[in-house]
């Protein structure tokens, strides 16, 4: 089985704060993406990497960073953690082409 | 620009049929993709269309009408676990293929 881990489950933050949201994947996937999920608003896509180091912005770039050294691990860095980040962050990989993309468990952050 | 247009809300009975549309807008087209979500889990991958027509798959099925920008998920034989969330995806031809999701569908099935 396709195995997409995020490494929490719930985070709370302060404002301000550096907050890294980690997530691997064991399948040797070429793409990963990384969303954010918000009530009326579905998921919308942060950032995505197509190979190691190469990334690319989604529609919601602001106020975020991405980090891909290995190929197994896509990281999300939030520079400097404000509320409106409260969210569900949700990670995911696929291979090239016209394959499924599989999703993490998701991590629940609020900024306090 | 991009733009994946699905009903907010909808309900059904339970035994019933019911069709989710979804509409898109994109710079490129390389596939759309339908994922099931219930609360508080992860998205699941339920079908993929690349080709215009109609892909089944036991009581899901998913049409596609590329010319249109069109696409429809059909639950046949609804059943009550099958109330959660339905989000229609659709990938973009470019580098690594970016996947962008509609707001997704609400379905409700009651007894």
């Known amino acids: 089985d396709v195995k997409v881990t995020q490494s929490s489950r719930y985070l709370v933050k302060r404002t301000g704060e550096k907050v890294f949201l980690e997530c691997v994947q064991d399948m040797d996937h070429e793409n990963m993406f990384w969303y954010r999920q918000d009530p009326g608003l579905g998921l919308r896509l942060i950032y995505f990497s197509y190979d190691v180091k190469m990334k690319e912005k989604g529609d919601i770039p602001e106020g975020y960073s991405v980090s891909r050294e290995k190929k197994e691990r896509f990281s999300l860095i939030l520079e400097s953690a404000s509320t409106n980040q409260t969210s569900m962050y949700l990670c995911?990989?696929?291979?090239?082409?016209?394959?499924?993309?599989?999703f993490g468990q998701g991590t629940r952050l609020t900024v306090v | 620009g991009q733009n994946i247009d699905q009903p907010t809300e909808m309900t059904a009975t339970e035994g019933a049929i019911v069709q989710i549309n979804c509409t898109y807008q994109t710079s490129g087209f390389n596939g759309l993709f339908w994922y099931q979500q219930h609360a508080g889990e992860a998205p699941t991958f339920l079908s993929y269309?690349?080709?215009?027509g109609l892909e089944e798959k036991g009581r899901f099925s998913s049409f596609l009408s590329r010319s249109k920008g069109y696409s429809y998920l059909l639950l046949k034989e609804l059943q009550m676990k099958d109330s959660a969330s339905y989000l229609c995806a659709v990938r973009e031809e470019n580098q690594g293929g970016k996947l962008i999701f509609g707001q997704g569908t609400e379905l409700s099935v009651k007894p």
């Open positions: 995911a990989s696929s291979l090239g082409g016209s394959t499924e993309a599989f």
């Open positions: 269309n690349v080709l215009d």
